[in-house]
């Protein structure tokens, strides 16, 4: 089932056709040893994904259910977290944890810049905070949180540290073994969704808990949740055949082809395409006047927010774009009408890409902005190209 368009919105993202192939495939019964099979090996390769000692689980849903899911078996009703926010899914923990009488404190950017480390510490000096929730890159502003500051200044005081990775897991690296210079200075947890840089349909919440944010689990003795409790999960996801809730079966079988192809690309091979991609694609649009939202240096991997050069209307130029086949997203809160969003991770090609810069440039030119798109595609392949080394 070839895609007549190019989805290139910050996820869902395009499917290839081996995934569709997986995910039309006969509906076994979802205790089926072919089916437990293929489900152990997707919980073997998210365990690799995230390098985990820990236990990942993978349930039917939307990255949304993965925020809660670490949320409601880590923090009990009257703890505190601190929300640490790039934009629109970070603020999206604050009434997701109020909603389960969590006490929430924020630290908010202006969009299209980072919270300062500085304003982290002091917070966190305050003490009291049972985790913190940090989103790797947020899809409002296409701004991509630095873990290498932000995991030491978090763990020396003690907090879980909480990873939304919806828009980042299988694009940029998220380790949870790795130590942020001192042995206990980890990620506690990532959750995220199939839909985005995995490259898989939306249907999927994925989340992985090492082992203090299981320990965290482990010492609340019961949580207010049935679905979303991992301890109920856990026998099903060691042993996919005991029943729990029915596996959602096809999409098993569309993420076990999407991690494969992960895998085969390998993790360290896709993190600089990732990288390459969206330097790539931000300087191809620069051609055209059109700058990122967030600053190069702290700019995502996945996806950017572009702010449209004066005198473009954002839904002419949008509606123009999705009728030759190119869907790309608009922006959110007082960015609406102002900057568009455009997804570059997961199985997105190169060719794609070189595709959109033309098709941009056509829609400007249509519009009566003058563009040249040959620069555009040329700008964008050298710099895809210097990136990625070859
Ligand atoms: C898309 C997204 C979410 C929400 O995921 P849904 O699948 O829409 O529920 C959460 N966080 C981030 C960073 C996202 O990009």
Same mark, same amino acid.
């Given at each position: 089932m070839p895609n007549k368009e190019m989805l290139l919105i910050p996820g869902p993202t395009p499917v290839v056709d081996e995934i569709y192939e997986a995910l039309a495939q006969e509906t076994y019964s979802h205790t089926d040893p072919r089916l437990v099979k293929r489900f152990k090996n997707s919980l073997d390769m998210t365990k690799r994904l995230f390098n985990t000692d820990g236990e990942v689980f993978v349930v039917a849903g939307s990255g949304t259910l993965s925020m809660e899911m670490a949320i409601v078996n880590t923090v009990a009703p009257g703890e505190k977290i601190l929300v640490i926010s790039h934009g629109y899914f970070g603020d999206r923990f604050i009434p997701l944890a109020q909603a389960h009488g969590i006490q929430v404190e924020v630290l908010q950017s202006q969009w299209g810049k980072h919270v300062e480390i500085s304003a982290v510490e002091e917070k966190l000096a305050e003490g009291g905070f049972k985790a913190v929730t940090v989103t790797h890159a947020d899809t409002s502003t296409g701004v991509m949180s630095n873990l290498e500051e932000l995991v030491p200044a978090v763990k020396k005081y003690g907090p879980l540290f909480i990873l939304?990775?919806?828009? =980042?897991? =299988?694009?940029i690296e998220e380790n949870m073994q790795k130590e942020y210079g001192h042995p206990d200075y980890r990620i506690d947890l990532v959750l995220t969704g199939s839909q985005k840089a995995i490259g898989v349909p939306p249907g999927l919440a994925i989340v992985a808990f090492g082992p203090k944010a299981l320990k965290a689990r482990e010492a609340m003795d019961k949580v207010a949740a049935y679905y979303m409790d991992i301890l109920r999960w856990l026998p099903t996801m060691q042993d996919p055949g005991k029943y729990y809730a029915t596996h959602p079966v096809n999409m098993i079988y569309a993420y076990e082809k999407g991690m494969e192809l992960v895998m085969a690309e390998g993790l360290e091979a896709r993190y600089k395409r990732h990288a390459a991609l969206g330097k790539a694609v931000r300087a191809g649009l620069a051609q055209y006047g059109m700058r990122a939202l967030a600053p190069e240096e702290i700019a995502a991997p996945t996806l950017s927010c572009i702010l449209y050069p004066e005198g473009v209307n954002d839904a002419e130029f949008r509606s123009k774009l999705a009728e030759k086949g190119m869907v790309i997203a608009g922006s959110l809160a007082n960015l609406a009408g102002k900057a568009f969003r455009i997804g570059h991770m997961g199985n997105a090609t190169e060719e794609m890409f070189i595709k959109a810069m033309e098709l941009v440039g056509e829609t400007l030119n249509e519009m009566g902005l003058r563009a040249d798109p040959a620069k555009a595609v040329e700008t964008f392949k050298n710099v895809y190209h210097e990136g990625l080394g070859k």
């Open positions: 939304d990775g919806v828009c =980042a897991s =299988a694009a």
